[in-house]
T-cell receptor, first 112, second 116 residues
Framework: DQQVKQNSPSLSVQEGRISILNCDYT??????FLWYKKYPAEGPTFLIS?????DKNEDGRFTVFLNKSAKHLSLHIVPSQPGDSAVYFC???????????FGKGTLLTVNP | EPEVTQTPSHQVTQMGQEVILRCVPI?????FYWYRQILGQKVEFLVS????????KSEIFDDQFSVERPDGSNFTLKIRSTKLEDSAMYFC??????????????FGPGTRLTVL
């Protein structure tokens, strides 16, 4: 039951360019969405989030866009840096519980 | 900056043995969680805990699993009789505020459990 889907297992971009990571969800009860970054052998690190009452949230080089009608969100990283290379997880929560439902992740590689 | 800590970083055990995974959540947080990630799979929710009781659990969290907050700082996950399929990374997380769906969960570094 894939309620949160990240259809691209990997993405490779050049340093300085934009990275766009995509995420789709199916559960209409989700109302809060988060992006986590994960390095090997470490726990997920919170990056940025967005509430369903907004369609955009920006924090430095990171911007998350939410399209509720399409049940789609994306994470933009501009400009991409080699240190951004990691697995990025999209997660969602909502309804009467607070558990996070994760996507499978996208491995981002930023080449110098 | 406060962070969630977990011990041990790696636990190796024989099938059928009991294991206890330990977590110290961020000190002013009120909600606590356990997740796990089997190699190559997605991060999965196990259980959430608030006010000294389980608030939600997944179908994975069967009678072999239990959680406890034995004192004011530790939060533990016990697996009574481990199975091979329990081998995974186990992540503890905490969030600051009780109630609402806008709380960010902060994760620990994980414990790698290997069941032989």
């Amino acid at each position: 039951d894939q309620q949160v889907k990240q259809n691209s297992p990997s993405l490779s971009v050049q340093e300085g360019r934009i990275s766009i990571l995509n995420c789709d969800y199916t559960n209409s009860m989700f109302d809060y969405f988060l992006w986590y970054k994960k390095y090997p052998a470490e726990g997920p690190t919170f990056l940025i989030s967005i509430s369903s009452i907004k369609d955009k949230n920006e924090d430095g080089r990171f911007t998350v866009f939410l399209n509720k009608s399409a049940k789609h969100l994306s994470l933009h990283i501009v400009p991409s840096q080699p240190g951004d290379s990691a697995v990025y997880f999209c997660a969602a929560t909502g309804g009467s519980n607070y558990k996070l439902t994760f996507g499978k992740g996208t491995l981002l590689t930023v080449n110098p | 900056e406060p962070e969630v800590t977990q011990t041990p970083s790696h636990q190796v055990t024989q099938m059928g043995q009991e294991v206890i995974l330990r977590c110290v959540p961020i000190s002013n947080h009120l909600y606590f969680y356990w997740y796990r990630q089997i190699l190559g799979q997605k991060v999965e929710f196990l259980v959430s805990f608030y006010n000294n009781e389980i608030s939600e659990k997944s179908e994975i969290f069967d009678d072999q699993f239990s959680v406890e907050r034995p004192d004011g700082s530790n939060f533990t996950l016990k697996i009574r009789s481990t199975k091979l399929e329990d081998s995974a990374m186990y992540f503890c997380a905490s969030s600051p505020i009780a109630g609402g769906n806008t709380d960010t969960q902060y994760f620990g570094p994980g414990t790698r459990l290997t069941v032989l």
